[in-house]
């Protein structure tokens, strides 16, 4: 079961409730009957491993055994035609 975050708008005041998905959300606060809110909070995500960002580059054992193969097939030499 999740935990929820409220807070009352009447007097300030934070607590946590242990609700299940399906229940409906508090209305009353349990320390001055007023009428409370839901806080969102931010999903704590944690990738692991490598390739989760743009800059990240993944190592392809195709994308070098491609750049070798090319090599071999031009005599041996990765050298431009301009030098």
């Not at 209305?27 to 990738?47: A, D, M």
């Amino acid at each position: 079961m999740p935990i929820y975050e409220y807070q009352c708008k009447a007097c300030g005041v934070r607590f946590e409730q242990f609700q299940r998905f399906t229940e409906e959300p508090l209305k009353v606060c349990p320390e001055c009957g007023g009428s409370v809110y839901r806080l969102v909070q931010p999903v704590g995500i944690i990738f692991k491993g490598s390739g989760f960002y743009v800059t990240d580059h993944r190592a392809s054992s195709s994308t070098t055994a491609a750049g070798k193969k090319s090599a071999k097939e031009n005599g041996g030499s990765e050298k431009s035609e301009g030098d």
